[in-house]
């Protein structure tokens, strides 16, 4: 970069000001900054639009091995299933039929267990039962347990306001 000093810059105004005289030297000056302003937006235009570029070049290049990996996963997705697929038919082959039908025992012990099951998941817990061993019989607040549980304290009845 170009190194400028005050004492440079001193003297450039001065020469401007020779040169060019003092009733011109502000539109120079005016003109001089917003030429100066022009070549910095220019500049700075470019070198986003090149960045830009080489992003868009490395997701170009990033999307071709996406793909690539992605194809070769599909193809050898499909050749194991293929493979496994020719086993699961060779070994469907070869099963015994299963036409054995099911009993009406089997069928009575199934229908029982069910109802057996669905009265327990769905069966409530009598109240003298909760109250013998120690069950919830209702739902207690937050704050209310807090004032059943918390310490008192015997030796001062006043509040602390």
Not at 104 to 119: H, N, P, Q, T, Y
Not at 130 to 136: E, F, L, M, T, V
């Amino acid at each position: 970069m170009i190194d400028l000093g005050l004492s440079k810059l001193a003297l450039i105004g001065v020469v401007a000001l020779i040169v060019i005289g003092p009733e011109k030297l502000p539109k120079v000056a005016r003109m001089a900054g917003t030429l100066y302003g022009r070549a910095q937006r220019y500049l700075h235009d470019i070198k986003t639009e090149v960045s830009r570029e080489i992003e868009l070049d490395e997701l170009r290049n990033l999307h071709k091995e996406v793909q690539e990996t992605a194809q070769s996963i599909k193809d050898n997705v499909e050749n194991s299933i293929a493979r496994n697929l020719d086993d699961v038919e060779a070994a469907w082959r070869d099963l015994p039929s299963c036409d054995a039908p099911a009993t009406v025992g089997d069928i009575e012990r199934k229908a029982k267990d069910f109802r057996r099951k669905k009265l327990v998941r769905n069966s409530a817990i009598p109240n003298w039962y909760k109250q013998r061993n120690g069950g919830k019989t209702h739902v207690v607040s937050g704050a209310a347990r807090v004032k059943k549980f918390r310490p008192r304290n015997t030796s001062s009845t006043s509040s602390f306001f």
